[in-house]
């Protein structure tokens, strides 16, 4: 709703960045939320300190969680995997803090892509190769109709100003690989195939949202 607060997932990256502009720009109150995960040292403090600064200018709340590299590693989903599942629940418990609305996410059109190569790649479950919602519960990504070149576009024409995380072009994750290597293939082999696979990510969320509660009952 107009005006609700929000609790908004802020790397101090372009997509959440520009996120945090467009929901202030709209007049919603917001609570930055910023997860240092310990893994490049002061450059993960320089992320934290960036994204404390943009929400002190903005008048709006800053909770930061300080989570430790090793310790993620060493868990059954490796580093990125329970990174992003403390992430998710840490702010979803801040909705209740700060008595929010919801969680907003800056995931994107290319976002979606790599998201449903990921669960092909891993599962051979048809109801579980999807991408992202655009609402789950109480989490929303409103850019997910946005590519990634949109966004930062959108960030130099404004002058809105982030952070590069030099990890994102590591092929250490499989994700980075996808984005780097398998998308730029298959858009070189045929153009418009990632447009097409974000398309179909969404089109698999949809029919798996429909027909769960159907096999459920």
Not at 10 to 22: E, K, N, P, Q, R
Not at 48 to 54: A, N, S
Not at 97 to 108: C, R, S, Y
Request: one cysteine or more.
């Amino acid at each position: 709703p107009a005006g609700a607060k929000l609790v908004v997932g802020a790397s101090g990256g372009c997509d959440s960045t520009v996120l945090l502009h467009l929901l202030h720009e709209l007049g919603h109150p917001l609570v930055v939320a910023h997860v240092n995960h310990s893994a490049r040292g002061a450059q993960s403090d320089a992320d934290e300190r960036f994204v404390c600064e943009w929400a002190q200018q903005h008048n709006a709340a800053f909770e930061c969680l300080t989570l430790e590299a090793e310790v993620l590693s060493s868990g059954k989903q490796g580093f990125q995997g329970e990174a992003r599942k403390q992430r998710l629940q840490w702010m979803t418990s801040l909705c209740e803090v700060h008595q929010a609305h919801a969680v907003a996410l800056g995931h994107h059109a290319d976002d979606q892509a790599e998201t449903w190569f990921l669960h092909a790649l891993r599962s051979a479950d048809p109801w579980s190769i999807m991408g992202m919602a655009t609402q789950d519960g109480r989490v929303l990504r409103p850019m997910l109709h946005l590519s990634r070149s949109d966004i930062r576009a959108l960030a130099e024409t404004n002058g809105w100003h982030w952070r590069e995380d030099a990890s994102n072009a590591s092929s250490k994750y499989l994700r980075n690989r996808i984005r780097h290597e398998l998308l730029p293939l298959l858009e070189d082999i045929k153009p418009g195939s990632v447009a097409h696979i974000q398309r179909l990510g969404g089109r698999a969320r949809d029919l798996h949202d429909l027909i769960t509660p159907i096999l459920d009952e």
